[in-house]
């Protein structure tokens, strides 16, 4: 019990700790900021053709899965290249990055892959997904023709 609060309380892993919080949290902001970003830029088109979509008849489900397949390109771009790029780093930097020193063992550690926190952050990318989907569609559906079209402007 002394050994691992030795452990605990070193100030190496505690800020090994540190780092990786800080790196994962910023990443995280740096891609939702994308995400939303894309949403901000291309809102005014996408309320443009849907609107264009609703004067010729479409409906507030097809709207929604439009909407849908819109993001559908970004958000599968960003789960295969973050799982990817997750699940190679560690073999890619284990051989540079010597662990033994930190863990006190004589040979290195079993480098081991997470599938809940993996299949967790999925889950949340398709939630995140759907929900801005959603927003937008409330959206759009709120927004009058008038707002986005204008009479005369070619379709």
Known sequence: GEELDALRS?????SARLAF?????LGLLLALGTFALDLLLGATERARTTSCLRTLGIGSRAVLGLQLLQHLPLVLAAAVGGTSLG????????????????????FEPAVHIDWTITAG???????LMTAAALLEAAI????GLGAVL???EAL
């Open 150 to 152: 204008r009479l005369g």
């Open 87 to 106: 699940l190679l780093l560690p073999a890619a930097l284990g051989p540079g990055l010597r662990l033994g020193a930190l863990t006190g063992g004589p």
């Open 140 to 143: 759009s559906r709120r927004r």
């Open 10 to 14: 070193d100030g190496l892993a505690r």
């Open 21 to 25: 919080g800080a790196t994962t949290a």
């Open 121 to 127: 952050l999925g889950v949340a990318l398709v939630v």
